[in-house]
């Protein structure tokens, strides 16, 4: 009889310091899939996992699968009815071998700061030891003792930017599969430093800080002593105690091999820290540094707002010094704004309108600009993502509308929007070539969708809930001292825990017909 394995997760990356919740409406706008919806996913983590258990005559039975664009904590009755739901049909589902959960690691309810490690608990009390629950998260997971102690393998994506979603699927699956057939044995170490950085230098292509971690980590595991090996970067932007990032190991039996690994590139994700801290600039100093280039684009890295860190898109420190400094230069600016959004379409294309813009939403961070321009474009808001984590999925930025100030164009959204290409602008019919000034709110995923055609990116020193330097945020669950806080902060070791090694249901497969990974 084929191994029959749940699948589900709810993935999310939640930021303690934006005012902004995670409703139910965020999810319906991604995510919300149960059953045959669940079962015919072919991209994504999903499509991986749903690869290979397939190829190994395993039988997916769908539990339910939830996504969200990053936003601030997710509301309690939404987390309840996501966790509810997945437990019904948890609990109506027959004889299951296994769990297999996608998750981000980043995830936080209002009544469930670990939202993660209360999910497998909760899983885990219905499942008992004997099943095996495998997850793969996001490199920029804050990882707990909770979910170590309910979870038997998790393995972390790969690539910054992220590029390998349907890899690790593959990864998530194959670990279960292994299990099941009596290959795998696992025992997991994390071992974590207190480092809470941006992502600005946290790329996994060398060169780079954390891409030395990860080339060394994937060296390593390549040579086959150990299972899986993931250098992991905290999500900077939640307010829990022992945050840090480190690596995750996963071994076959042996504790030791797991916790030696662990805490040696643990120790080398250390000694990188300070080549992990950006450099920035003022709006105002970046945008007089791009007038000195000749040509464009130049980008100017608002990190701050990043709607993919859970900003919500609507600041406008950047837009005001562009039109303080450089207002005759051609500029494509991003805000959130749902009211000057409706604004702009009730007035309608080729009309003059004046707005009040910005920091409606999250208002801690700034006050409104006054602007007077001409409405060019109107959408819907409606745009296909081309790869990466939601590769092929809808995204939603609602009503939409481009205001020209001058040669300024502000592309105006009703909703928040993970950047992963250029795919917003696109919809528009925007000539990114043709800008002097391109605002782009996210610190990694630039460096990809504009290479090439980038003279320059600055990144910049704005207030918000998604800084590039983590100084400027209040940790007050943080305790101990961490970098960069304090700079000369010293430890004697990195803080290392162990998952425990539970009395598994194996061979469930028969071992001579499994598909390896290749």
Known sequence: MAARIGVGGIFIECNHFTSQLADRAAFERSEWLCGGELLARDTGVLGGMMSVLRANDCKPVPLLYASACPSGVVREEVYDELKNVLLELLNNAVELD???????????????????????????????????????????????????????????????PHVDAFETGERGAQAMVDILAGRLKPVMAMAKVPIIVSAIHGRTQQPGPFADVMHEAKRLEDSGALYSINPILVHPYLNLPDMGGGVLVVANECKTDAVDAAKRLAWRYWKNRHELQPDTLKPSEAVQRGLQIEGGPVLLIETADCCGG???????????????????????????????????????????????????????????????????????????????????????MGPTAVVEVGPIQIVISSNATYDWMTEQFDLLELDIAACKFIVAKNPMNYQQAYTGSMKAAFVLDTPGPTPANTNALAYTGMTADWFPKKTGVTIDEPTVFVSSQRNLTTLKLDWRQVNLRE
């Open 98 to 160: 296994g769990i297999l959960l996608c998750l981000h690691g980043a995830g936080a309810a209002i009544n469930a700061p670990d939202m993660e490690g209360d999910l497998t608990r909760a899983i885990r009390e219905r499942v008992g030891n004997e099943v095996p629950i495998v997850g793969t998260l996001d490199l920029h997971a804050h990882i707990t003792p909770e979910l170590f102690a309910h979870t038997d393998v998790l393995l972390a994506w790969e690539t910054y």
């Open 310 to 396: 859970g900003a919500t898109g609507d600041s406008v420190h950047t837009l005001k010094a562009l039109l303080a400094e450089a207002p005759n230069q051609s500029a494509i600016v991003p805000v959130v704004d749902p009211e000057g959004a409706r604004r702009a379409h009730v007035v309608g294309a080729g009309q003059t309108i004046q707005l009040r813009l910005g920091h409606r939403l999250d208002p801690n961070w700034g006050d409104p600009v006054t602007v007077d321009g001409i409405v060019t474009r109107l959408s819907d808001g409606a745009f296909t993502y081309c790869g990466g984590i939601w590769d092929g999925r809808s995204g939603c």
